[in-house]
C-alpha cells in the first residue's frame, strides 16, 4: 500500500512474468533413457572443481543445499554478475537438456558456443529452492560447450546445485546418474486445523523432491520435508503418503499416516458481514482529504488504519497519529471515532508496513515483539486486528508463529488481513502465500494488490495486463483455487487515479469482476471453471481518495459487493 512516493513495480514485474514462461517453457525438453549427465561436480561436492567464477564470486557453502552436503554461492558486485561457467564435452549434432536448481537473489542459468542457438532462463529473487530448466541442439561440428550460472550486478547472492548437462554422451565424462531414492521414512501429522494437516517426514538421500498424496492421488509436490495439504473439510479423517523424486525417478509410497481435521472454528473475522468492503485510512496528509475515522464512509466494514511504525525492538510496531497533518485531530478523538465505528458494526485495525514500512519479523524474538506491541495497540486504541502490508517480504515461518501468538492473546474475534502485492501471491510457494495458507484458520481475508503491476500469469498460464476483468478475475483464481476459501479472497484497487501510479479501474470493473467470480457473469475472456458465491469483497488505497473523488468508488462497489448475495 503506497506511503508516498510511490514505486513503480510495472517494468520488473513485466520481467518476471516474461522469465517465468521462459522458465516453464524450457521444462518441455526432457531427457531421454539412454542420455547421462555431461557435467561434472554438478553438486559441487568437489568444491569448485571443473568450474570457473570470474573475480572470485563463487564459493560453495554446507547451507543452502539442495542436494548433497554443498551448493554454489555467486556474490555479485557493482561490476561483476559472479558468474560461474565450465566446459562440456558433447556430441554435434544432438539435443540436450540444461537444468539446475537455483535460490536467492538474481539467477540466471544458459550454454554458449552450442553452434546454433544459445539459449538462457532467469528467475528473480526465490526464498526457497526453484528448478530452471531449457534445452539446447549442438552444431555439426559443435563438440564443447560452455554453461553458466550467474547473477545480477549489485544484487544479492545467489545459490546453486544439482547442474546437469543430460544428453547423449559428449566423451568427457560427468557426474554418474542418480538412482531412484528410497520410500520416505518417519512420516507424521505435525498439527491439524479445520481446513488443514500438517505433514513432516524424514531426510531421503540422493533426493531432490517430495509429493505428498492424499487418499493415493498426487495434491502438492516440495523440495523440503514438510507440507501442508489444504482446502480440506472440518471434523474429516484423511490418509495421507509421500513419495521420494529425483532425476532417475519416484520412490515408491511411504507408509500411510491419517490426519484428522479439527471442529470447524469459521476463520477469523468476528461479527463481519458475509460480503465486506475494505478501505484503508490515511495517517498522513499526502494531498488527498484529509479525514477523521468518523468521516469514513458507511459503506466500508473493515478500516485499516495505515500505517504502524517501526520502534528500534526488532519487529516491535507503535503508533503515532499525526495530529498535526491530520488538523488537529487528537489521540482522544480517534479512540471514541474507533469506538462509534464499531458500535455501528464496522472493524478498525491496524496496517504493518505500506511501501515503505521496515518492519522485519526474522526470528522468534522478533515474532514475540511483534505479537506483543500490536496487542498492546489494540488494547490502547481499540483495534479489532491487524492487517499485514509488508511489501518488502516477509518470513512464513516467524510471521506465521507473530500472528499465532497474537491470535492467542486476542481470540475468536481477532481480524487478520492480508495486503500482498501480486507477485507475491503468483505461487503457494511464496512466503506471503504460505503465510495466508498456514494461518487459514484464523484468516480473514487476503486483498492483493491488482495495481502497480506489470503484466501477470492467471491460474491458466496465460499472461494478462492490469487493468482488465481478466487481470481480476484470472489472478485471484490462484488464491482460490491455492488453499484459500473463497471468504478470504478480496480485489484490492485504488479508489481513484490518483491512489496508485498504476492499474486503476472504474467501479464498473470491479464490479464485473466480483460477479464474473460469486456468479459467473459479466466475465471478460477468462472464466473460472467454478463459481464462489462466498467471495469476500473488495478492498481500496484509499477511503481518502475516495472522498477526495466523491466516495465515487465506494458508492458503486460497496452497494454491489453487499448485494452479492
Given at each position: 500500500?503506497?506511503?508516498?512516493?510511490?514505486?513503480?513495480?510495472?517494468?520488473?514485474?513485466?520481467?518476471?512474468?516474461?522469465?517465468?514462461?521462459?522458465?516453464?517453457?524450457?521444462?518441455?525438453?526432457?531427457?531421454?533413457?539412454?542420455?547421462?549427465?555431461?557435467?561434472?561436480n554438478?553438486?559441487?561436492?568437489?568444491?569448485?572443481?571443473?568450474?570457473?567464477?570470474?573475480?572470485?564470486?563463487?564459493?560453495?557453502?554446507?547451507?543452502?543445499?539442495?542436494?548433497?552436503?554443498?551448493?554454489?554461492?555467486?556474490?555479485p558486485?557493482?561490476?561483476?554478475?559472479?558468474?560461474?561457467?565450465?566446459?562440456?564435452?558433447?556430441k554435434?549434432?544432438?539435443?540436450?537438456?540444461?537444468?539446475?536448481?537455483?535460490q536467492?537473489g538474481?539467477?540466471?542459468?544458459?550454454?554458449?558456443?552450442?553452434?546454433?542457438?544459445?539459449?538462457s532462463?532467469?528467475?528473480?529473487?526465490?526464498?526457497?529452492?526453484?528448478?530452471?530448466?531449457t534445452?539446447?541442439?549442438?552444431?555439426?561440428?559443435?563438440?564443447?560447450?560452455?554453461?553458466?550460472?550467474?547473477?545480477?550486478y549489485?544484487?544479492?547472492?545467489?545459490?546453486?546445485?544439482?547442474?546437469?548437462?543430460?544428453?547423449?554422451?559428449?566423451?568427457?565424462?560427468?557426474?554418474?546418474?542418480?538412482t531412484?531414492?528410497?520410500?520416505?521414512?518417519?512420516?507424521?501429522?505435525s498439527?491439524?486445523t479445520?481446513?488443514?494437516?500438517?505433514?513432516?517426514?524424514?531426510?531421503?538421500?540422493?533426493?531432490?523432491?517430495?509429493?505428498?498424496?492424499?487418499?493415493?492421488?498426487?495434491?502438492?509436490?516440495?523440495?523440503?520435508?514438510?507440507?501442508?495439504?489444504?482446502?480440506?473439510?472440518?471434523?474429516?479423517?484423511?490418509?495421507?503418503?509421500?513419495?521420494?523424486?529425483?532425476?532417475?525417478?519416484?520412490?515408491?509410497?511411504?507408509?500411510a499416516?491419517?490426519?484428522?481435521?479439527?471442529?470447524?472454528?469459521?476463520?477469523?473475522?468476528?461479527?463481519?458481514?458475509?460480503?465486506?468492503?475494505?478501505?484503508?485510512?490515511?495517517?498522513?496528509?499526502?494531498?488527498?482529504?484529509?479525514q477523521?475515522?468518523?468521516?469514513?464512509?458507511?459503506?466500508?466494514?473493515?478500516?485499516?488504519?495505515?500505517?504502524?511504525?517501526?520502534?528500534?525492538t526488532?519487529?516491535?510496531?507503535?503508533?503515532?497519529?499525526?495530529?498535526?497533518?491530520?488538523?488537529?485531530?487528537?489521540?482522544?478523538?480517534?479512540?471514541?471515532?474507533?469506538?462509534?465505528?464499531?458500535?455501528?458494526?464496522?472493524?478498525?485495525?491496524?496496517?504493518?508496513?505500506?511501501?515503505?514500512?521496515?518492519?522485519?519479523?526474522?526470528?522468534?524474538?522478533?515474532?514475540?515483539?511483534?505479537?506483543?506491541?500490536?496487542?498492546?495497540?489494540?488494547?490502547t486504541?481499540?483495534?479489532?486486528?491487524?492487517?499485514?502490508?509488508?511489501?518488502?517480504?516477509?518470513n512464513?515461518?516467524?510471521?506465521?508463529?507473530?500472528?499465532?501468538?497474537?491470535?492467542?492473546?486476542?481470540?475468536?474475534?481477532?481480524?487478520?488481513?492480508?495486503?500482498?502485492?501480486?507477485?507475491?501471491?503468483?505461487?503457494?510457494?511464496?512466503?506471503?502465500?504460505?503465510?495466508?495458507?498456514?494461518?487459514?484458520?484464523?484468516?480473514?481475508?487476503?486483498?492483493?494488490?491488482?495495481?502497480?503491476?506489470?503484466?501477470?500469469l492467471?491460474?491458466?498460464?496465460?499472461?494478462?495486463?492490469?487493468?482488465?476483468?481478466?487481470?481480476?478475475?484470472?489472478?485471484?483464481?490462484?488464491?482460490?483455487?491455492?488453499?484459500?476459501?473463497?471468504?478470504?479472497?478480496?480485489?484490492?484497487?485504488?479508489?481513484?487515479?490518483?491512489?496508485?501510479?498504476?492499474?486503476?479501474?472504474?467501479?464498473?470493473?470491479?464490479?464485473?469482476?466480483l460477479?464474473?467470480?460469486?456468479?459467473?457473469?459479466?466475465?471478460?475472456?477468462?472464466?473460472?471453471?467454478?463459481?464462489?458465491?462466498?467471495?469476500?469483497?473488495?478492498?481500496?488505497?484509499?477511503?481518502?481518495?475516495?472522498?477526495?473523488?466523491?466516495?465515487?468508488?465506494?458508492?458503486?462497489?460497496?452497494?454491489?459487493?453487499?448485494?452479492?448475495?
Amino acid at each position: 500500500m503506497p506511503r508516498p512516493p510511490r514505486r513503480r513495480w510495472a517494468g520488473a514485474l513485466a520481467a518476471v512474468v516474461t522469465a517465468s514462461v521462459l522458465s516453464l517453457a524450457g521444462l518441455a525438453g526432457q531427457a531421454q533413457a539412454a542420455d547421462v549427465n555431461n557435467a561434472k561436480n554438478g553438486g559441487y561436492e568437489s568444491g569448485l572443481s571443473n568450474w570457473t567464477c570470474t573475480a572470485g564470486s563463487g564459493t560453495t557453502v554446507s547451507s543452502p543445499v539442495h542436494g548433497g552436503s554443498a551448493a554454489l554461492k555467486g556474490t555479485p558486485a557493482g561490476q561483476d554478475n559472479a558468474q560461474c561457467t565450465q566446459a562440456v564435452a558433447v556430441k554435434p549434432n544432438s539435443t540436450y537438456t540444461l537444468s539446475a536448481w537455483l535460490q536467492g537473489g538474481y539467477a540466471y542459468l544458459g550454454v554458449t558456443g552450442t553452434g546454433t542457438t544459445d539459449v538462457s532462463t532467469w528467475t528473480p529473487d526465490s526464498a526457497s529452492w526453484k528448478q530452471l530448466s531449457t534445452t539446447f541442439t549442438t552444431g555439426a561440428s559443435t563438440t564443447s560447450v560452455t554453461v553458466y550460472t550467474h547473477g545480477w550486478y549489485g544484487q544479492a547472492p545467489y545459490y546453486a546445485d544439482d547442474l546437469s548437462v543430460f544428453g547423449p554422451d559428449g566423451g568427457g565424462g560427468g557426474d554418474p546418474a542418480p538412482t531412484i531414492p528410497a520410500a520416505p521414512t518417519g512420516l507424521t501429522v505435525s498439527s491439524t486445523t479445520s481446513s488443514s494437516v500438517s505433514l513432516s517426514w524424514n531426510t531421503v538421500s540422493g533426493a531432490t523432491g517430495y509429493n505428498v498424496y492424499q487418499a493415493g492421488t498426487k495434491v502438492q509436490s516440495t523440495t523440503g520435508t514438510s507440507a501442508t495439504v489444504s482446502s480440506l473439510s472440518a471434523s474429516t479423517s484423511y490418509s495421507f503418503q509421500v513419495t521420494a523424486t529425483n532425476a532417475a525417478g519416484e520412490s515408491a509410497k511411504s507408509t500411510a499416516v491419517t490426519g484428522t481435521t479439527t471442529a470447524s472454528s469459521g476463520g477469523g473475522g468476528g461479527t463481519l458481514p458475509k460480503h465486506a468492503v475494505t478501505g484503508y485510512w490515511q495517517n498522513f496528509n499526502n494531498g488527498a482529504t484529509v479525514q477523521k475515522i468518523s468521516g469514513v464512509q458507511s459503506q466500508y466494514d473493515i478500516i485499516a488504519v495505515a500505517f504502524a511504525d517501526a520502534t528500534g525492538t526488532p519487529g516491535a510496531v507503535t503508533f503515532n497519529l499525526d495530529s498535526a497533518g491530520l488538523g488537529g485531530y487528537t489521540v482522544d478523538q480517534f479512540k471514541a471515532d474507533i469506538k462509534a465505528k464499531q458500535a455501528a458494526g464496522k472493524k478498525v485495525v491496524i496496517s504493518i508496513g505500506g511501501q515503505n514500512g521496515t518492519v522485519s519479523i526474522s526470528d522468534s524474538t522478533s515474532a514475540t515483539n511483534f505479537a506483543n506491541s500490536v496487542y498492546s495497540l489494540m488494547q490502547t486504541y481499540g483495534f479489532d486486528g491487524v492487517d499485514i502490508d509488508l511489501e518488502n517480504g516477509l518470513n512464513a515461518t516467524y510471521m506465521t508463529q507473530a500472528l499465532r501468538s497474537l491470535s492467542s492473546k486476542a481470540g475468536s474475534s481477532l481480524i487478520i488481513t492480508m495486503a500482498p502485492q501480486t507477485i507475491d501471491m503468483q505461487s503457494t510457494s511464496n512466503a506471503y502465500f504460505q503465510t495466508a495458507l498456514n494461518i487459514k484458520d484464523i484468516l480473514t481475508v487476503v486483498n492483493m494488490q491488482y495495481y502497480n503491476s506489470g503484466s501477470m500469469l492467471g491460474c491458466d498460464g496465460k499472461v494478462y495486463s492490469q487493468g482488465s476483468v481478466d487481470f481480476l478475475t484470472a489472478l485471484a483464481c490462484i488464491q482460490l483455487q491455492g488453499g484459500l476459501a473463497p471468504s478470504q479472497v478480496g480485489l484490492g484497487l485504488p479508489a481513484s487515479t490518483s491512489g496508485a501510479g498504476s492499474g486503476y479501474v472504474s467501479p464498473s470493473v470491479v464490479n464485473n469482476a466480483l460477479d464474473c467470480l460469486a456468479k459467473g457473469t459479466n466475465c471478460g475472456s477468462f472464466k473460472p471453471s467454478k463459481t464462489y458465491p462466498d467471495l469476500r469483497g473488495a478492498m481500496t488505497w484509499s477511503t481518502n481518495w475516495d472522498a477526495a473523488a466523491g466516495n465515487a468508488w465506494s458508492n458503486s462497489v460497496g452497494p454491489h459487493v453487499h448485494g452479492l448475495g
